[in-house]
């Protein structure tokens, strides 16, 4: 993740390089020179706790980093306290070949579970500190808040963005980027706005991917996904696992089958689980779905509506904007290659 503005590459991620407080190249107190903003004051009110964030960004200026695609430096840190020492970790994002890159608040998070262990992340982690020349309103892609979720106790947990042209420090809540399904709205099949009959196709497309799909290691929570493009095609996916633990998610599956046939603007996907239960959606799939619809934006059309079923005919829905709050795309970033992208390579259906 990022607060370098420009959105998205506020979710560059970060390689890891973590030091102890009494060996990392630090400035042994904080400057001084941070100051909260007025609204982040009430998220800290503790004096000590403010002195670790301003320790950790005058620290994150040192953060070595590899942004060789990107260009963009994300530079990040925390502070932990460990038998009444404070020691600090710190992040630089690393990107390699092809747009891939080793994530900011996955490595660190990794890498303080590498020097301290898992429950010393979960429970000593309290900030994630951003230092950049400007403050951003991206929250972390989908991926990392997959982790943060996973490792640390992310209901408490504080998201810092240090701006160094101003020294001002703007801190927000991690619980704020989560929206857990159940509070996706309850429909009826009456109230979605889809031609007659697509509804069942889709739920039924959805639970026959679902029979299918790879769950070697799978053991709960696999889902089967169908997406239904405006060119009235459908197209599915379900969850795959591997040795490698690179997991293969439906929505991103089925996506890139449509864009695979120039196929980029989709009206809703649907989702199948378990019968009788809500499936579960991680957040690095809802990126790839706030991706597709982000596509729609550009083009003028609706949002990609994300439907969930239980498989005995009730229904949540929302659309892929709301399912992650604070999240970035390409168009954010790069919105002329994005218009480029779209008129050279949709086929008009």
Known sequence: ??????????????????????????????????????????????????????????????????????????????????????????????????????????????????DYGAEVTRHAVRFIAFYGDHSGGAGSCGDCRDFQMASTDWEHLLIVSGQSLDHTVKVTRFSDQIVGERSFPEVKAEEIALAPGALEKLVKSAQEARLGGVTLFTTFRHTGAAGLAYSEKIYRAAGCDDAAFHYRYPIGGLLQQAQTERDYFLRAIVVSGEQGQWPVINYRDRQYGYEASSFNHEVGLPPVKLILTNGQGQYRMTTFEASLPRAFSTVNFRPEAVKEFLQTHRVDR
Do not use: C
């Open 1 to 114: 993740m990022s607060w370098l503005r420009r959105d998205v590459l506020l979710s560059l991620p970060l390689s890891v390089l973590a030091f102890p407080l009494e060996s990392a190249k630090l400035h042994a107190e904080s400057s001084g020179a941070w100051r909260l903003t007025e609204d982040s004051e009430p998220l800290v009110p503790d004096a000590k706790l403010r002195r670790q964030i301003f320790r950790a960004l005058d620290a994150a200026q040192d953060a070595g980093t590899g942004a060789t695609i990107s260009h963009f430096k994300v530079r990040a840190a925390t502070v932990l306290e460990i038998a009444g020492q404070e020691q600090v970790v710190l992040g630089g994002n690393t990107e390699y070949d092809l747009p891939e890159a080793i994530h900011g608040e996955t490595s660190l998070l990794n890498h303080v579970t590498a």
